[in-house]
């Protein structure tokens, strides 16, 4: 069975980084895309970016386009998320999410394997 785990969260000032990492086990994700969301309080899981399974294609939300990258090393079975000039409402649950497809979606509903959640907090 496969398992993602995200890391990287954490406590960011406004116009801050971070790095979030999305590391995948027991199996290999190199022909899976994967998708980043995150949720905040009292609102609905939202859609950040996608990637494809080579990295040849990338999507982004338009609250995100131009501050964050998405990236994948697939020889470390591993994906990443750039967040550059944050933004106190970029505070939320982000998770990892994987879909048995060389395509990514930023309908949260086609994936098949999602992480646990990692806790992303920017103060103004």
């Known amino acids: 069975q496969g398992q993602l785990v995200e890391s990287g969260g954490g406590l960011a000032q406004a116009g801050g980084s971070l790095r979030l990492s999305c590391a995948a086990s027991?199996?290999?994700?190199?022909?899976?895309?994967v998708g980043w969301f995150r949720q905040a309080p009292g609102k609905g899981r939202e859609f950040v970016a996608h990637i494809s399974w080579n990295g040849g294609r990338t999507y982004y939300a338009d609250s995100v386009k131009a501050r964050f990258t998405i990236a994948r090393d697939n020889a470390q079975n591993t994906v990443y998320l750039q967040m550059n000039s944050l933004k106190p409402e970029d505070t939320a649950v982000y998770y990892c999410a994987a879909r048995r497809d060389p395509l990514g979606s930023s309908d949260y509903g086609v994936y098949d394997y999602w992480g646990q959640g990692t806790q992303v907090t920017v103060s103004s």
């Open positions: 027991g199996r290999a994700f190199s022909n899976y895309a």
